[in-house]
């Protein structure tokens, strides 16, 4: 037997230390399920923790109303496949107005459907934790946050007072109502994802692979026209072209890359020449300089 | 020039070739620390940038925020890369660790970039923590600073042994060889003490990249690694794997009754079915049975490994305890010393209760004595009442339970712990074990009003200890029986510990090896310590077989105060009176270790009072016993009243 571990065992040995540290101190943990590859990698490193017992939390899945259709597909597929927990919410208020990316803005769309909609989901059933798959790789907010990232009982992040965070040893102490955001990717890399949904077959979102879609093309971005609640400008035509996702979120705020990539190994072959970012297909992260860090301090993951 | 592009590394032969080489790069942790404005977040910054980390999109917003915020003028000011938060943009100052990541052909990289100020020490120390190897950097124009001892004190202090010494903005001094080498003397000078095993220090710009991943021209004299060739080549192999087995239990996995599997992350050595396993806290042990995981059952699993351990046998182990190497245990104590790093505004106060949690271990711990701090300019200690924030002591420890540790120079992951604040949950300070404490160095006396002299005069009497040693069967219990009588009847405050009766309680625990009768008598002794302080006199009826304990028993007591009674009555008539049935069985075999026929009794040598039995009676020996008593209590009423007679 080799002795040393490779890169891939170090960090899922590390994922899995804290999937456990969760279950063993927390009352009521929950996973942020988002369906795209980050989500789809915590769910696997989830059942791998506690095999040959399931998770021991149910998975929430914030549902916005404009997530891709295969997304929602995709879900309840595995949530079948695997039997796990669902738990889906929907914010009511902001389907009640009618709150969309359109009409609204990516800003206030977000903050409605997402944010607030997640702040009412922990609220509702008081989970005292929540896993979600951000990396530090991602974007310069999230490289500062700590693995246990701990929210007042506003769901508040205080990046400037954070809790040292020592070795492995996590202070998963919170008094009534507070609330910890637990990373278990923080230390992955965008190439660590692909290259461990490869190793370990790992089914994703069909999106991530190249095929021919309808997409518009809007302020610089294909948008692919998932259903009819997509209008039209003028000007605007609908295209069959080969694209694919780099990461996934609502349809009207993602977009598509062109690309011929329909395998795992053409998609890690494309990533490694990439010469801009995954976000950079998020139109949430644009919106001003530091709006990540503004929508994490308002409970956003 | 060790550009690495995109295009450079993308495959040839395959995607998944290209991976498996990936996959056995070799990971470094390190980080970067030093004082305000050395170049911490630049230096990142190069380092991306130069391995070409930094992708297009990311590299116009740097642009876009190096005209709004920059401090570098036309030029990228690549510490906005890595400053991520606002108020970190704002004022131009590092505030939290920031992780980055980067590989080169060689090596993989975490590295985080950890605040200069002061006042941010403890999120260096989150940085440092988890870290391998540190990049002390060093303004040239500034030399060794504060904060760049109190920065290389606490990553010594953290467990790093390897440092990078970047003595940047050399540009500014002329590229001065003399002014690099008298800073390289100050730091090795001032570290010598430190544990380092390695210094390298390299002549840097890394606002320009001289001797960041691309030699510098304008150092001819320097003939030294740059510094990406030097983050490649380090050894860090710490080999815990050769370590003892160490598993700290984390979650027990219980799905149904059929499983209970032990999960956690191996901390050192390695383990495999068949293994013989010891519970550290109980002494317990078991066989592993299974090594569980999602893609079926393990041969073996090492250090580093997140597992589940199924073992045969139903020992109870709980979250916080530790599956061990039965041939390499570690300590199990209640009493340690440690370092202690600070983080909190309010100060740590010895007797102040705390939560200490190891890896998945709590328990609740006062600092019992803070015997120095360190001043992190010349490690003088200095005597404190307290440690503030950001500052280093050495404590000596006490917990309401005992846990499992190694020392942190043994292990750095059984040997570390935080500290949380009860009220507020904060993590307040992080500690590091240096050795566990016997009790009597650590237990502090409460000193208390009414003494020992005020509880025995209001009884009209002088405590003492009267010892009964001797053989089972000489008496010792009938002679101490009518002693007491005798005793009580003129107006006297006693009590008897016998023997048999100790054992159906304080000792039912101990049975009657060696070690359990020294631990028997060490106890009874401690009680009866007790009782002399409360103003009693005590007849303690023991056999009490080995001198070494009985003169443990006798320094226990004040002076005067120990009274050895030599029972002594010979074997043969022992066993002929043989009142309990025993003597018959021990010489049948049937009871091991049996005073006087299996297992010694070392007669005293110097009692007090030495009782020969043969032919007398019990009233006899008491009379002894009486006119010993009075004896010593007029020798020390005529002390007590000056001489006045």
């Known amino acids: 037997m080799n002795i040393a571990l490779t890169h891939l065992q170090r960090l899922e040995a590390e994922s899995i230390h804290i999937f456990r540290e969760v279950a063993a101190t927390f009352a009521k943990p929950v996973m942020l399920y988002s369906v795209g590859k980050d989500s789809s990698v915590l769910m696997h490193l989830a059942m791998k923790a506690f095999y040959p017992a399931k998770p021991p939390f149910p998975f929430l899945h914030v549902d916005t109303t404009w997530k891709f259709r295969e997304m929602i597909a995709f879900r309840d597929q595995m949530a079948q496949k695997l039997g796990f927990d669902l738990l889906v919410h929907v914010n009511s208020d902001g389907v009640r107005d009618n709150i969309n990316p359109f009409d609204h803005g990516s800003n206030t769309h977000t903050h409605v459907m997402k944010t607030v909609a997640l702040r009412q989901a922990l609220d509702k059933y008081g989970f005292d934790a929540a896993f979600g798959?951000?990396?530090?790789?991602?974007?310069?907010?999230?490289?500062?946050?700590?693995?246990?990232?701990?929210?007042?009982?506003?769901?508040?992040?205080?990046?400037?007072?954070?809790?040292?965070?020592?070795?492995?040893?996590?202070?998963?102490?919170?008094?009534?109502?507070?609330?910890?955001?637990?990373?278990?990717?923080?230390?992955?890399?965008?190439?660590?994802?692909?290259?461990?949904?490869?190793?370990?077959?790992?089914?994703?979102?069909?999106?991530?692979?190249?095929?021919?879609?309808?997409?518009?093309?809007?302020?610089?971005?294909?948008?692919?026209?998932?259903?009819?609640?997509?209008?039209?400008?003028?000007?605007?035509?609908?295209?069959?072209?080969?694209?694919?996702?780099?990461?996934?979120?609502?349809?009207?705020?993602?977009?598509?890359?062109e690309s011929n990539a329909d395998t795992l190994e053409a998609i890690v072959g494309e990533m490694l020449t990439a010469r801009t970012s995954e976000r950079q297909g998020r139109l949430i992260d644009r919106d001003e300089a530091g709006s990540m860090e503004k929508k994490k301090r308002e409970g956003y993951f | 020039m060790r550009h690495i592009t995109a295009e450079s590394l993308a495959p040839t032969d395959g995607i998944r070739d290209y991976l498996a080489v990936q996959e056995q790069k070799s990971l470094l942790r390190f980080l970067t620390c030093g004082s305000v404005d050395d170049g911490k977040s630049t230096l990142i910054g190069r380092l991306l940038s130069d391995t070409k980390q930094i992708f297009e999109d990311q590299l116009a917003a740097l642009e876009r925020d190096s005209r709004k915020h920059g401090t570098t003028g036309d030029d990228v000011d690549f510490a906005l890369l890595v400053d991520g938060l606002e108020a970190e943009r704002e004022q131009g100052i590092t505030i939290d660790v920031a992780y980055r990541f980067f590989a080169t052909p060689k090596r993989k990289f975490i590295v985080a970039d950890t605040p200069g100020h002061e006042q941010y020490t403890r999120n260096m120390a989150t940085g440092a923590s988890t870290a391998d190897l540190a990049i002390v950097l060093i303004d040239a124009r500034q030399g060794v600073l504060r904060q760049t001892r109190r920065h290389s004190i606490i990553a010594s202090l953290l467990g790093i042994r390897h440092i990078a010494l970047a003595v940047n903005k050399i540009d500014l001094v002329g590229f001065d060889k003399a002014v690099f080498e008298r800073i390289v003397e100050d730091y090795r000078q001032f570290s010598h003490k430190l544990g380092f095993e390695t210094i390298v220090p390299i002549p840097m710009s890394a606002r320009y990249g001289d001797n960041v991943t691309s030699r510098s021209d304008k150092t001819t004299w320097y003939s030294g690694p740059t510094l990406i060739e030097h983050l490649e080549a380090v050894s860090v192999d710490e080999a815990v794997v050769e370590l003892p087995f160490r598993f700290p239990v984390q979650y027990v996995n219980r799905p149904n009754l059929d499983f209970r599997g032990f999960a956690g992350t191996i901390a050192s050595g390695s383990v495999s079915p068949g293994d013989e396993v010891v519970v550290a806290k109980s002494g317990k042990s078991a066989h592993v049975r299974r090594i569980v995981s999602h893609g079926g059952d393990l041969s073996q699993a090492v250090s580093g490994q997140a597992i589940t351990l199924v073992l045969d046998d139903e020992v109870e182990v709980s979250r916080g305890n530790m599956l061990v190497s039965p041939a390499a245990r570690p300590q199990v104590a209640d009493q340690f010393a440690a370092n202690i790093v600070w983080f909190d505004e309010h100060a740590l106060l010895p007797g102040r209760s705390y939560i200490l949690r190891t890896e998945t271990?709590?328990?609740?711990?006062?600092?019992?004595?803070?015997?120095?701090?360190?001043?992190?300019?010349?490690?003088?200690?200095?005597?404190?009442?307290?440690?503030?924030?950001?500052?280093?002591?050495?404590?000596?420890?006490?917990?309401?339970?005992?846990?499992?540790?190694?020392?942190?120079?043994?292990?750095?992951?059984?040997?570390?712990?935080?500290?949380?604040?009860?009220?507020?949950?904060?993590?307040?300070?992080?500690?590091?074990?240096?050795?566990?404490?016997?009790?009597?160095?650590?237990?502090?006396?409460?000193?208390?009003?009414?003494?020992?002299?005020?509880?025995?005069?209001?009884?009209?009497q002088r405590p003492a200890v009267f010892w009964f040693t001797g053989l089972s069967g000489s008496g010792k219990s009938t002679i101490a029986n009518l002693f007491e009588k005798k005793l009580f009847a003129t107006g006297r405050h006693t009590y008897i510990l016998d023997g048999d009766n100790v054992r159906h309680g304080l000792n039912r625990d101990l049975g009657f090896t060696d070690a359990d009768r020294v631990e028997n008598i060490r106890r009874v002794a401690e009680v009866a310590r007790l009782m002399a302080d409360a103003g009693l006199i005590v007849i303690v009826s023991f056999i009490s077989p080995f001198s070494a304990e009985r003169r443990m028993a006798r320094e226990l007591m004040a002076s005067g105060e120990f009274v050895e009674v030599f029972v002594d009555t010979p074997f043969e008539e022992c066993a002929r009176r043989d009142p309990k049935g025993l003597y018959a069985r021990a010489l049948n075999g049937e009871i091991k270790n049996f005073t006087g026929v299996d297992s010694p009794y070392e007669a005293p040598e110097n009692p007090e009072i030495h009782l020969k039995t043969l032919g007398k009676s019990a009233e006899e020996m008491v009379e002894a016993l009486e006119l010993w008593l009075n004896e010593r209590d007029i020798a020390e009423n005529q002390y007590d009243s000056g001489g006045g007679i």
Request: proline share 4%.
């Open chain 1, 133 to 257: 798959g951000a990396r530090r790789d991602e974007e310069k907010s999230r490289a500062k946050e700590r693995i246990f990232s701990f929210r007042n009982a506003q769901h508040v992040w205080d990046p400037k007072n954070q809790r040292p965070e020592m070795w492995k040893i996590f202070n998963t102490r919170i008094a009534t109502g507070e609330s910890i955001r637990v990373f278990p990717l923080s230390n992955w890399t965008e190439l660590d994802i692909w290259q461990y949904i490869l190793q370990e077959d790992i089914p994703i979102v069909p999106l991530y692979f190249a095929k021919e879609r309808p997409v518009v093309e809007r302020d610089g971005m294909l948008i692919l026209r998932d259903d009819d609640r997509m209008e039209l400008r003028p000007g605007e035509t609908v295209e069959n072209r080969l694209v694919r996702f780099r990461t996934l979120g609502c349809y009207p705020l993602t977009g598509a890359i």
């Open chain 2, 361 to 460: 271990d709590q328990t609740s711990a006062t600092v019992t004595d803070l015997k120095y701090r360190v001043n992190v300019n010349d490690f003088a200690h200095e005597a404190a009442k307290s440690l503030e924030m950001n500052e280093v002591g050495i404590c000596n420890i006490s917990t309401r339970a005992p846990i499992a540790f190694d020392t942190f120079a043994e292990n750095r992951t059984t040997g570390a712990f935080i500290l949380i604040d009860r009220i507020t949950n904060a993590t307040v300070g992080a500690g590091m074990i240096l050795h566990s404490l016997r009790r009597a160095e650590n237990i502090h006396w409460q000193s208390l009003d009414v003494g020992k002299h005020g509880r025995a005069d209001l009884k009209n």
